[in-house]
């Protein structure tokens, strides 16, 4: 069976600062792995997303994720924090068919 | 381009009241499900559809039905309401395929008192 463990309900950066947010998966088959972002009071929005074409993977406003199949992992960085990137980040895995399965999310907390 | 379109935004019921929350989608997209958030638990899947006509439960389908007699439409039904519905309710969109993204509507925030 599939799931997502998102270490850290809770990380707090200082503006300009590295933002590194953990996703693990547990997966039988090679998944396709997704992070989206809301921002309060919104949906979730697509943020990056790998599909087996390259392990380092660009997403919006100057994200990346790496895959790293030996480690079942795929964290989520930014090399330099803003104001704007706090939100809640979830990562998410899918298997060979329909079904999106979600972390339970960590909420980035951005300190000016 | 309206993407998916859920309303209504904001609801508050008493217990043992139904209601139907709606959701619509014009990308064709022929996968609509629907999620409940909760503080800390993440996005649960409550029911998806793979097209018109078929529906299937998800993770926690208790106390909600659908149906799905169009491509653009997938309503959620609450058929008496519980205070443990209380929560935030998102329905989402995906093209056929694994490597297909979901798509968000902006949310329904639910409160049964």
């Known amino acids: 069976a599939q799931s997502v463990t998102q270490l850290g309900s809770h990380v707090s950066v200082s503006e300009g600062a590295l933002v590194l947010l953990r996703c693990n998966y547990s997966?039988?088959?090679?998944?396709?792995l997704f992070w989206y972002v809301q921002y309060p009071n919104q949906g979730l929005q697509l943020l990056l997303k790998?599909?087996?074409?390259?392990?380092l993977v660009k997403g919006i406003n100057d994200f990346e994720a790496e895959f790293k199949k030996s480690e079942t992992s795929f964290h989520l960085t930014k090399p330099s924090a803003h104001m704007s990137d706090a939100a809640e980040y979830f990562c998410?895995?899918?298997?060979?068919?329909?079904?999106?399965?979600f972390g339970a999310g960590t909420r980035l907390f951005v300190k000016a | 381009n309206a993407g998916v379109t859920q309303t209504p935004k904001f609801q508050v019921l008493k217990t043992g009241q139904s209601m139907t929350l709606q959701c619509a989608q014009d990308?064709?997209?022929?996968?609509m499900s629907w999620y409940r958030q909760d503080p800390g638990m993440g996005l649960r899947l409550i029911h998806y559809?793979?097209?018109?006509?078929?529906?299937d439960q998800g993770e926690v389908p208790n106390g909600y039905n659908v149906s799905r007699s169009t491509t653009e439409d997938f309503p959620l039904r609450l058929l008496s309401a519980a205070p443990s519905q209380t929560s935030v309710y998102f329905c989402?969109?995906?093209?056929?395929?694994?490597?297909?993204?979901?798509?968000f509507g902006q949310g329904t925030r639910l409160t049964v008192v």
């Open positions: 989402a969109s995906s093209y056929r395929g694994t490597a297909g993204e979901a798509f």
């Open positions: 997966s039988s088959v090679p998944p396709y």
């Open positions: 790998y599909t087996s074409a390259a392990t």
């Open positions: 998410a895995v899918k298997t060979g068919g329909f079904k999106t399965i």
């Open positions: 990308m064709n997209h022929e996968y």
């Open positions: 559809s793979v097209g018109a006509g078929i529906t």
